[in-house]
């Protein structure tokens, strides 16, 4: 299984990023997905997480209004657009799939990860 995360950077605050995460080896459309981050010096937390079909998503309370997550399982990819990003959004973006039938929101509830993605905001 690999999960292989793309789009991260480094831009402005006030400016947009579309992060994607390619599945491979896995039945991808059986599997809930997750965003998480970790910054610097802090803990992994959720960002967002939608369910297997796409219809259900879930956003963290810090950046709803501002992410949104959706998903092609035709293309075994999920992305989250990140809009408005501020400094605090400065973090590593790891996508993760569950084999589950709800959205989990805790890390130890995932089965695979990616490598992750670095996203930067500057003032």
């Known amino acids: 299984v690999q999960l292989v995360e793309s789009g991260g950077g480094s831009v402005q605050a006030g400016g947009s990023l579309r992060l994607s995460c390619a599945a491979s080896?896995?039945?991808?459309?059986?599997?809930?997905m997750g965003w998480f981050r970790q910054a610097p010096g802090k803990e992994r937390e959720f960002v967002a997480g939608?369910?297997?079909?796409?219809?259900?998503?879930y956003y963290a309370d810090s950046v709803k209004g501002r992410f949104t997550t959706d998903r092609d399982n035709a293309k075994n990819t999920v992305y989250l657009q990140i809009n408005s990003l501020k400094q605090a959004d400065t973090a590593v973006y790891y996508c993760?799939?569950?084999?589950?039938?709800?959205?989990?929101?805790?890390?130890?509830?995932?089965?695979?990860w990616g490598q992750g993605t670095r996203v930067t905001v500057s003032s």
């Open positions: 080896g896995l039945p991808f459309g059986s599997y809930t």
């Open positions: 939608i369910s297997r079909s796409g219809v259900n998503t």
């Open positions: 993760a799939a569950a084999l589950s039938t709800v959205v989990r929101r805790l890390s130890y509830q995932y089965d695979y």
